[in-house]
């Protein structure tokens, strides 16, 4: 069965910066697009961004030039590095794993298995 971990999350100050990581196991990595999508009390999961196969990348207007995505294939593992974080950044942060070349990557309906996810607070 395939699993995603995250981890990573905690608090930090607006204008700080954070990094969350997930590790996936159970099948092979490479050749999958993996994402971070988030979810914030009361609001519905939004997709954040995206990493492919040749790792072409792709960001929600809302974190674009702020957060970047990468990934280790021979560790398993994609992560999300967050830089002047702001207070609506606030979420539970959430990887996942998708088809390669799905169009609908920026959708949760694009992605197979998700992680339990992980706490960012980020105080004013």
């Known amino acids: 069965q395939v699993q995603l971990v995250e981890s990573g999350g905690g608090l930090v100050q607006a204008g700080g910066s954070l990094s969350v990581s997930c590790i996936v196991s159970?099948?092979?990595?490479?050749?999958?697009?993996m994402g971070w999508s988030r979810q914030a009390p009361g609001k519905e999961r939004e997709f954040v961004a995206r990493?492919?196969?040749?790792?072409?990348?792709y960001y929600a207007d809302s974190v674009k030039g702020r957060f970047t995505i990468s990934r280790d294939n021979a560790k398993n593992t994609v992560y999300l590095q967050m830089n002047s974080l702001k207070p609506e950044d606030t979420a539970v942060y959430y990887c996942?794993?998708?088809?390669?070349?799905?169009?609908?990557?920026?959708?949760?309906?694009?992605?197979?298995?998700w992680g339990q996810g992980t706490q960012v607070t980020v105080s004013p």
């Open positions: 159970g099948r092979t990595f490479s050749s999958y697009t």
């Open positions: 996942a794993v998708g088809s390669p070349g799905d169009p609908r990557f920026r959708t949760p309906v694009a992605y197979d298995y």
């Open positions: 990493i492919s196969w040749s790792e072409g990348k």
